[in-house]
């Protein structure tokens, strides 16, 4: 399950504040606390074809292309956007 706002149900888009050694989750559509996030989980998709797939684990060319696929939805947010660039990325320059 991706992170969910409570407050305004926004699903996986926040910013993150470091508060002591947590990371904390906050809503970037109204601003208010979400959770404490895990810390060192490496990312993975929480819906769809791949759910529950890591995303470092994508490699293959139908793979990469539903990521790209993905970068273009308007539910692609911030640190789902961000993690998936990333390892677009690194794959692109291995």
Known sequence: MGVICKHCGIVDDYYIIKKSNQDTAWCNGCDRYIKNLPQG???ELHFGKYKDKLISNMIS?????????LLGQP??????????????KSIANA
């Open 41 to 43: 989980n490496p990312p």
């Open 61 to 69: 060319k139908e793979e990469t292309d539903y990521l790209k696929c």
């Open 75 to 88: 539910f692609c947010k911030s640190k789902l956007k961000s993690d998936i660039e990333n390892h677009l």
